[in-house]
């Protein structure tokens, strides 16, 4: 299983609302949700939530390309542009450390247009468990 | 229509994730979520964007106490415990900054144990546009 | 040595920038500055970065109070009410998480009033080199 | 007054640490630092405050370039690299928003050989009182 098909099918929650890993490259992922009625919060503009769970999929997917199993200990995330409903939104993250053991990435929300929506950054801990995908997508 | 049956009807993400508000009083609220099998990451535990979204719900209930409407520009999250399935989750949120137009609030999430989760911090951005609620609950 | 003066020794920017460690416990720490000119910002207010000093130092004295060292890898701090000139200001820390290897604090600065000045939150990476101090303070 | 040399000047804690701006173009600022003694924190490395410090003066030349003042509302910094003795740090910043009352910026710390020494992030709140300087730099 590459490690794409692994996030992808394995990540529920993430699937379930509609997020998909699209690209999976050495030091670079992306991801991708279309805006729809089911995303919406109370101000009728995409949950934070939605756009924070899009990025932090590009975040596992950064931090386990690597030799061992890591997971996300922080995340912050800073809203630029609202979301707009029908909108396809896609995230691409990229290393910003390459700890060995608390790897920080950042990754970057965009929509079609190119607009800037939100800015993520994460730090994961790396744990002493090998991951063991046959490769990256 | 007050604040608490706002956001538990109008946020449709947290809804359909099987998030709501609990409690409001003034200067606090609390949301609460069962972690189950449509809340997994591929690692087999609570997604960290559930996680996420609970607590910004709470934040939402928080800053729309106020006069005018107000969403979050930025949050952070700080991941203590993994979320286990089958646990209840409540995540109880107050004010660390009433400023006027950049309220600042915290929240914590804890499991049905009293065991802290996840730490949630988030700032938000008054809009000049009035809230209209009946009231809080 | 103890932990106390090894910090309000050793570090050498908290010194010459007035900041002190107070009081140190298990699980608490407490560190003191009085704003003065040489805190000033260009808008005649405490800097942030004299702010965010106070409560890494604080930060320090919680996660160096186990068995093996420890540093900061993040940290967030929110802005909640200008630090002015002649204010004693007082930052008290308490963990979040005592996980063994990444564990998290949070430190809050209020001043002689008990305004609430600042929040920080911050994640630290505990080392496999023992700490060797005669005791906190 | 430049906003350059309202910044190295007024900003009094900056200068007192070594901290200077040395570039500011629309969009983009830089400042330096050269890690000395006076930098150590008691681990004998520099001190994150100081690095803290260096980010937020960039920050402050970014925000303060539009015509009203700023200031930041929070701040996140994550260390990849230890900042060591003797090093010369730089600071580069650019806009990751121009929201008119909430802009928000990212700053990237690098070392004379460009190894990426920490990642601040910030989000600035626009008062109504406008700048009035006569240039940049």
Same mark, same amino acid.
């Given at each position: 299983?590459?490690?794409? #098909?692994?996030?992808?099918?394995?990540?529920?929650?993430?699937? &379930?609302?509609?997020?998909?890993?699209? #690209?999976?490259?050495?030091?670079?992922?992306?991801?991708?949700?279309?805006?729809?009625? #089911?995303?919406?919060?109370? @101000? &009728?503009?995409?949950?934070? @939530?939605?756009?924070?769970?899009?990025?932090?999929?590009?975040?596992?997917?950064?931090?386990?390309? &690597? #030799?061992?199993?890591?997971?996300?200990?922080?995340?912050?995330?800073?809203?630029?542009?609202?979301?707009?409903?029908?909108?396809?939104?896609?995230?691409? @993250?990229?290393?910003?450390?390459?700890?060995?053991?608390?790897?920080?990435?950042?990754?970057?929300?965009?929509?079609?247009? @190119?607009?800037?929506?939100?800015?993520?950054?994460?730090?994961?801990?790396?744990?002493?468990?090998?991951?063991?995908?046959?490769?990256?997508?």
């Amino acid at each position: 299983m590459t490690l794409k #098909e692994f996030l992808n099918n394995g990540d529920i929650f993430a699937k &379930r609302n509609g997020i998909q890993i699209t #690209e999976i490259k050495p030091g670079m992922a992306k991801a991708q949700m279309t805006v729809t009625e #089911e995303h919406m919060n109370a @101000g &009728r503009i995409c949950q934070g @939530g939605a756009l924070f769970t899009l990025a932090d999929l590009v975040f596992a997917a950064l931090v386990n390309q &690597r #030799e061992n199993m890591a997971f996300a200990i922080n995340s912050t995330i800073y809203y630029h542009v609202a979301g707009k409903l029908g909108s396809t939104l896609t995230a691409e @993250g990229h290393f910003t450390s390459t700890h060995p053991k608390v790897p920080a990435a950042q990754v970057v929300v965009t929509d079609q247009d @190119g607009t800037h929506i939100a800015t993520f950054t994460a730090q994961g801990y790396t744990k002493s468990m090998p991951n063991s995908f046959s490769g990256l997508e």
